[in-house]
């Protein structure tokens, strides 16, 4: 078998937008990220109960694959994140923007409701 199910499960994880539109994105060890081309990405830290919160939102930008990965890893330490989550299915800039912003509103509307929640 080439993957075990457990493997797979963590290989890649949906995160949903405050338009209800659900991304794919390829889940990775903040270590063990490769190289990567023009891509979305959310830095996560994951818990030791499989939870996991999303702490920061954006995008590699830059042409030359190793410092988008320099940047992954430069921003991932500063947020204290252990994941990278990275979805590469945005071909454009506009459509990568779009991402971003749709991911992080959501993220912002569900911080805001714990708030008024607790």
Not at 25 to 46: E, F, K, M
Not at 52 to 67: M, P, W
Not at 101 to 107: F, G, P, S, T, V
Request: with cysteine.
């Amino acid at each position: 078998m080439v993957c075990a199910d457990t493997a797979f499960a963590q290989a890649f994880h949906y995160w949903r937008g405050a338009s209800s539109q659900r991304y794919l994105h390829s889940v990775y060890s903040l270590l063990g990220c490769p190289a990567l081309p023009q891509a979305n990405y959310i830095l996560v830290r994951r818990y030791e109960d499989g939870t996991r919160e999303a702490l920061a939102f954006g995008q590699t930008k830059d042409d030359a694959i190793s410092l988008n990965l320099a940047h992954l890893r430069h921003e991932g330490a500063k947020f204290g994140a252990n994941e990278v989550h990275v979805h590469l299915l945005a071909d454009t800039a506009d459509e990568r923007t779009e991402v971003e912003a749709d991911l992080a509103e959501a993220h912002t509307r569900r911080q805001t409701d714990k708030a008024i929640a607790a």
